[in-house]
């Protein structure tokens, strides 16, 4: 796929991943529109782009999604279609389970399962209505594999896979693909942002995190994944290679995990 004058919508684009992929897109001759909760930050992203004069913001909030076909009308009304719509946005979690109110299992559903589906399913008519489209959703490691400090995240992102996997099957005949995105650690606010198991930000950087890659080797390896229409892959560092060791070594994953610091 040459994504010169493509246009597409990534969410989440204030920083880190979404940032990062909005910059690369950009350097390849794209036409964005940039959401996420805060316009200043998506500003910041749209002039640090190559082309901003083919920018566009549209601030919102990924847990408000009462009001999404009104977004989405006024998404496609800024080029007059919609070739890509990049399911960037999220919250992550560092909380055990026994010390996680259900407020915040809630809050993580919202935004990372519900807005995402909500968002996807108010721009999908227009993708079959041009026989044509792409949903790419940052997805994790975490959507293949649980551990601790993480249970409502995670299975935010397991369930993005079950939803997009049978999505991905309904909609073959349009000819509208699905690329799930599965990065491990990245060197971005994620851990920062992370609640805790009251709703508060962790306001903490993880080692893993801090070890990570850089989100534009990120930006760079889902770029080449869309661009060959990838069902699903995995970026990272070594931590990637515990999706395939547990599709085959079950127990040696989950004896892993069981090492992890929790305190």
Not at 183 to 204: H, R
Not at 244 to 250: A, D, G, Q, V, Y
Request: proline share 3%.
């Amino acid at each position: 796929m040459d994504f010169k004058d493509k246009v597409i919508w990534v969410t989440g684009a204030s920083s880190g991943i979404g940032r990062a992929t909005a910059i690369a897109f950009s350097k390849q001759g794209a036409k964005l529109i940039l959401s996420g909760r805060h316009a200043n930050n998506l500003l910041d992203t749209k002039m640090a782009c190559a082309r901003p004069e083919d920018v566009h913001i549209i601030p919102f909030d990924l847990a408000q999604y009462a009001n999404f076909d009104t977004i989405v009308h006024s998404a496609i009304a800024v080029y007059g279609h919609i070739d890509i719509l990049i399911n960037n946005g999220g919250i992550s979690q560092r909380s055990l389970v026994e010390k996680t109110g259900i407020k915040v299992d809630e809050k993580i559903m919202q935004v990372n399962y519900l807005g995402t589906v909500a968002l996807t399913k108010a721009l999908l008519p227009h993708f079959i209505a041009r026989k044509a489209g792409r949903f790419v959703i940052v997805s994790s490691v975490m959507g293949k594999i649980g551990t601790p400090l993480r249970s409502s995240y995670a299975a935010s992102k397991h369930a993005l896979h079950g939803f997009f996997d049978s999505l991905r099957a309904e909609i073959y005949r349009y000819n509208i693909s699905v690329n799930l995105i599965c990065p491990g650690y990245v060197q971005t606010n994620v851990s920062m942002n992370a609640l805790t198991g009251d709703g508060k930000p962790q306001n903490k950087m993880d080692v893993s995190i801090q070890n990570g890659i850089k989100p534009e080797k990120l930006a760079k390896g889902l770029l080449k994944a869309v661009r060959k229409n990838k069902n699903e892959v995995t970026i990272g560092n070594k931590e990637i290679y515990a999706v395939l060791i547990k599709r085959f070594f079950p127990k040696i994953v989950a004896r892993l995990v069981r090492k992890i610091n929790i305190t």
